[in-house]
Structures are given as structure tokens and as C-alpha cells.
């Protein structure tokens, strides 16, 4: 009996000295968790930042201790952006510039390049509209005026070649992040908008995709967004806005169209530590719309 009793005792034990140690394990787990949460967090806030287009305003929450350069040609817009990050604690600096314009990308890179640590990450994000696409009035091909295509390729696509370019010759820390705004236009046919943005938003991919092969080596990490349907200034003077937005918001599977902050976690997803094994991939944030036009 006595002896019984000392086994079950000893059992009992035995299961308790291992319930314990499994608590340990996972208590020192959690902690180790945290720590990694910890050391993202403060090595995201180190990183400098260099964004080109109003929509990354939107990064504000993110921007204390970074040092932007953000670069637009609507000047109000982006001095009026950077007054408001520099009010929420972040270093910033504004420049006017045409993304179109190749010289003056080189310049405001190596300029950004010069300040504090280096040129880190880079988000070539403006972009134009190309007017109304083949299923909106005026938008068939009869239509596409030579002019305007050559405007929507020489900021849409010639832009993000400037900005990928000047990057690559900029970014020499070690440590590299580009991230280019494509469009779900630029990974399937997307019949609302005009020709040249599609046709420059499909390119734009295949310019992310060569320079992920060739900068991989030097640690530079190239990716693009591809946003569905985003509420922003972009179709502001469409004459059918009202219309076009209701159309593309039943594409999605949300059935709406995202506010922009709802792009900031995936961008700064990209430009952060956490995105370190993804390079040359296209990323939709669409509500689902390319996963059911795709499976069609
Ligand atoms: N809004 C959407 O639904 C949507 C969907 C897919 C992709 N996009 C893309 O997102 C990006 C941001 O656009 P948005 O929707 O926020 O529009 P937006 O008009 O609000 O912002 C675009 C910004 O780019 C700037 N810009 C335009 N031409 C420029 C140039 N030549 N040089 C420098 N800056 C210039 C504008 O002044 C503006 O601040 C664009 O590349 C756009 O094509 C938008």
C-alpha cells in the first residue's frame, strides 16, 4: 500500500516537474516573441524613409525618429504634408518635382542619400489617371489621345524606372527596400480604366520584377502594390466619379472601396524588416476583387 502510494506519489510529481518546465518553455517563448516585436519595432523607426506621392502621408503614424524626404509636384500638397509630419515628430523634408523628369530624381536621391544614415527605402508611389477605359464613355481605343498616353507612360511607368534607377545607384547601407505602386490594372484587365494606365501599370510590374533579380544580391528588396479601388484625388475630376466608384466597389468582395490608411500596413509591411524573404512579388490589396475576376 505504502509503497503504492509512493509510486502514485512519485507519478504525480513526475507530471507536475514536466507541466512545469512545458510553462517554462512557453513563458520563455512568449518573452523571446516579444523581444523579436520589440527589436522590429525600434529597427522600423530607425529606418529612413523617402516617399514619392501624397498618399504615404498616411505613414504618419509611423514617423517619429525617421527622416522623409517626400517629393510631389502638386507643392501645396506636399508641403502641407510634410508641415504635418514634422508635427507629429518626424524629420522631413519636401521637394517639388515632376517624377518624369530623370535629372531631377538623381538629384533629390542623392540628395536624400546624403542625409542621415543613407538612402534606405523608397516608395515610388504617384501616378496619374488615364481617363475613363474601355467599358466608360469615351474610353475606347479610338479614343486614346496621343498626348495623354505619352503623359500617363512618362509618370507612371518612365517615373518608377527614374526612381528604381537613382535608388539603386543610392541605397548602399545594407539595407534596401523599394516598393512601387502598380494597380490591380497592372495584373489583369481592368476594362474602367484608360489604356495607357493599364498598359503602364502591367509595365511597371515587369521593371520591379528585372530589378529584384538584380539588386537581390545587395540585400535591395523590390516589390510592388497592386491597390484595387482606394478613395483618393486620383479620379477626383472624372465626370462620372460618383458612378465609376459604385461600379468598381461591387467588384470587390468588401463591396467598397478602401479609405487610404488601409494601405499603410502593407506598405510599411514592405519597407520594414518583417518583409525580408519577399522580393519581385506584386502584393493586390483589392478587397478580394483580382480573386474573383481571376477565377472567372
Ligand atoms: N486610388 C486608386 O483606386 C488606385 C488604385 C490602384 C493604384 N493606384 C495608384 O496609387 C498611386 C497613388 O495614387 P492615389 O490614388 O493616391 O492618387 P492621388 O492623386 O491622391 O495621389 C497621387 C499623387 O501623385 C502626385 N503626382 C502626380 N503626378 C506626379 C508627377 N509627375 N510627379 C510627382 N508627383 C506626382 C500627385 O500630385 C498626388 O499627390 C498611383 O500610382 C496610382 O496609380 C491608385
Known amino acids: 500500500m505504502v509503497l503504492t502510494q509512493t509510486a502514485e506519489l512519485a507519478e504525480i510529481r513526475a507530471q507536475r516537474q514536466a507541466q512545469e518546465a ?9 518573452i523571446e516573441h516579444r523581444f523579436e ?8 523607426a530607425r529606418l529612413q524613409r523617402m516617399t514619392f506621392g501624397r498618399s504615404s502621408e498616411k505613414l504618419r503614424d509611423q514617423v517619429e525618429q525617421l527622416e522623409l524626404t517626400l517629393a ?8 502641407a504634408a510634410a508641415e504635418q509630419l514634422a508635427g507629429e515628430g518626424g524629420s522631413v523634408r519636401a521637394a517639388v518635382l515632376d517624377v518624369a523628369d530623370a535629372q531631377a530624381v538623381d538629384e533629390l536621391m542623392h540628395g536624400a542619400a546624403g542625409w542621415g544614415g543613407g538612402l534606405q527605402v523608397v516608395f515610388a508611389n504617384a501616378g496619374i489617371s488615364a481617363g475613363p477605359g474601355p467599358l466608360r464613355e469615351g474610353g475606347n481605343i479610338e479614343a486614346v489621345d496621343g498626348g495623354r498616353w505619352q503623359r500617363v507612360l512618362d509618370v507612371n511607368l518612365s517615373g ?8 539603386a545607384k543610392e541605397m548602399n547601407t545594407g539595407y534596401g527596400r523599394i516598393v512601387v505602386t502598380s ?8 476594362p474602367f480604366v484608360g489604356y495607357a494606365y493599364a498598359a503602364a501599370k ?4 515587369g521593371l520591379v520584377r528585372n530589378a ?5 544580391d545587395r540585400g535591395i528588396l523590390v516589390n510592388a502594390i497592386a491597390p484595387g479601388l482606394f478613395r483618393t484625388n486620383i479620379a477626383a475630376a472624372a465626370p462620372d ?3 465609376f466608384l459604385a461600379d468598381l466597389s461591387r467588384t470587390a468582395l468588401l463591396g467598397r472601396a478602401a479609405e487610404t490608411t488601409e494601405i499603410e500596413g502593407l506598405a510599411l509591411f514592405l519597407a520594414s524588416p518583417a518583409s525580408s524573404y519577399i522580393t519581385g512579388s506584386v502584393l493586390a490589396i483589392d478587397g478580394g476583387a483580382s480573386a474573383l475576376r481571376n477565377s472567372l
Do not use: T
Open 160 to 167: 518608377v524606372l527614374f526612381s528604381i534607377r537613382a535608388a
Open 202 to 205: 502591367h509595365a511597371v510590374v
Open 212 to 216: 529584384a533579380v538584380e539588386l537581390a
Open 72 to 79: 510631389d509636384i502638386d507643392e501645396r500638397a506636399v508641403q
Open 37 to 44: 516585436i520589440e527589436a522590429l519595432k525600434s529597427r522600423l
Open 183 to 190: 494597380s490591380v490594372a497592372g495584373i489583369r484587365a481592368e
Open 22 to 30: 512545458e510553462l517554462a518553455a512557453a513563458i520563455a517563448g512568449l
Open 241 to 243: 466619379r460618383e458612378k
